[in-house]
């Protein structure tokens, strides 16, 4: 099998390398504290022993000592101790195997026979030149020893094993992962924008990282249909402006000149590219608050004073012509904004009741903590299918396709809202058509 040379399986491997060196060092300190352990408890046991003959010795004296290591000598116990028993003028006895020792041994030693036999050694001086030496073979000391530096290498080797085995299983998966993800990156790139990162449904961070590239492709999907849009109404809409301009001035230039008539001409070209250029302007604004550049520029703002402000300007305009404008305004309500944008915001909401409300429109402006803003009117409104239509750059209706205006004026409300992260909500006023700008629920 070929190993795919990939950062998750250096990175996998490298960690398995630190778990292995770590469990060297671990296994190391375990051996050798096992050992040590095992060396004290036998110290402890010869000393045990040899205290024992010590109390034969004060009870019974040297005759008592010397039948007791005859007797073990005899009968030799399941500890497997040997013992010498050293007399000025005597041979020493021994229980045991005999064993070789320096004759002043004092305490506790190491010694090592003929043939490589390793023993460890206790010895104890008792009075008149009496020395008893108790030993014990290390060799099922140094078997223990083995067996357990063999049983700690068997576990190294398993745990070494298992996880280059699942650092090679997690490498192979996450390969995979980022080579789906690569593909549908490259899909995109080749102008598949419909296309998505795919999710494994684990929520670990590839996920948590494909679900914010998918939010941006979405919007930039999002941008690039509006752009689109854009595009053709631009087309669409400027095109009959712009050929009625071009047929006027021709059918001007076919006439003999004229002052008067070349004035009227000139009056009426002027008056369709203001509209031209208005147009334009309102598509730049837009563009401008959709990039998010105005942003830059919130403060705290106090939006009851902005509103009723608007709505004192505004209230002698509906007033001239046929309708009333009224407010209901909780003071104090605060927010972070941009106040140029949010006075056009409104101002664009009450013209667009005046202008589509129909004569004697009755509206009626209300702010409420949140913050939220309504914008209400007794006109025709707007039936439900076609909501969503007219917040759209150049939509309008049919019955307001006699009135002035590019249809712009809705869109704009939609992107100072989006902008301070607000949704604009059209209802039914019951009659009439009622404008909600709230917070977006997260």
Do not use: K, W
């Not at 357990?148 to 298992?162: E, M, P």
């Not at 996450?174 to 899909?187: P, V």
């Not at 849009?229 to 050929?243: I, K, Y």
């Not at 604009?424 to 629920?441: I, Q």
């Amino acid at each position: 099998m070929r190993l795919p040379r990939s950062l998750a399986l250096r990175v996998t491997l490298l960690v398995a390398a630190i778990v292995l060196l770590a469990s060297a060092l671990g296994f190391g300190m375990a051996y050798f504290g096992a050992v040590r352990l095992l060396q004290h408890q036998l110290d402890d046991d010869i000393r045990e022993q040899a205290a024992t003959l010590t109390d034969e010795f004060r009870l019974f004296g040297v005759e008592g000592l010397r039948a007791a290591i005859e007797a073990r000598a005899l009968h030799a116990g399941p500890e497997g101790f040997s013992m010498r028993l050293s007399e000025p003028g005597r041979e020493a006895s021994f229980a045991g195997r005999s064993f070789e020792a320096p004759e002043d041994l004092r305490g506790a030693t190491d010694l090592v026979q003929p043939g490589g036999r390793a023993l460890r050694a206790h010895g104890v001086a008792l009075p008149d030149g009496v020395v008893l030496v108790v030993v014990a073979d290390l060799q099922d000391l140094r078997a223990a020893a083995r067996g357990l530096a063999g049983l700690l290498a068997a576990s190294g080797v398993v745990t070494a094993a298992i996880i280059v085995v699942a650092g090679l299983v997690l490498a192979r998966g996450l390969e995979g992962r980022l080579a789906r993800i690569s593909a549908a990156a490259g899909a995109v790139m080749d102008g598949d924008l419909a296309q998505r990162l795919p999710l494994a449904g684990r929520g670990d961070e590839l996920d948590r990282l494909a679900q914010t590239i998918n939010h941006m492709l979405s919007r930039i999907e999002a941008l690039m249909a509006t752009l689109r849009q854009v595009t053709n109404d631009v087309a669409h809409d400027l095109r009959g402006p712009l050929s009625r301009l071009r047929q006027r001035l021709e059918g001007a230039l076919a006439e003999p000149r004229a002052a008067a008539a070349d004035q009227a001409v000139l009056e009426a070209a002027l008056e369709e590219l203001d509209g031209v250029l208005a147009t334009f302007a309102a598509l730049l604004r837009i563009a401008q608050v959709e990039a998010g550049t105005r942003r830059a520029a919130f403060a705290a703002l106090d939006l009851s004073a902005l509103v009723a402000a608007v709505v004192e300007v505004y209230a002698p305009v509906a007033e001239e012509a046929g309708a009333s404008l009224t407010a209901r305004v909780v003071p104090g309500v605060r927010m972070q904004g941009d106040a140029a944008l949010l006075r056009q915001m409104l101002a664009n909401l009450i013209e667009n009741a005046l202008a589509h409300g129909g004569a004697g429109v009755r509206i009626g402006v209300s702010l409420m903590a949140g913050p939220v803003l309504e914008v209400r009117d007794d006109g025709p409104g707007v039936p439900a299918a076609e909501r969503a239509r007219v917040m759209g750059r150049f939509y309008r209706m049919d019955r307001s396709r006699a009135t002035p205006g590019a249809g712009l004026g809705l869109a704009l409300v939609a992107a100072v809202a989006g902008l301070h992260e607000c949704a604009v909500v059209l209802g039914d006023a019951e009659p009439g058509l009622r404008v909600r700008v709230a917070p977006r629920e997260h």
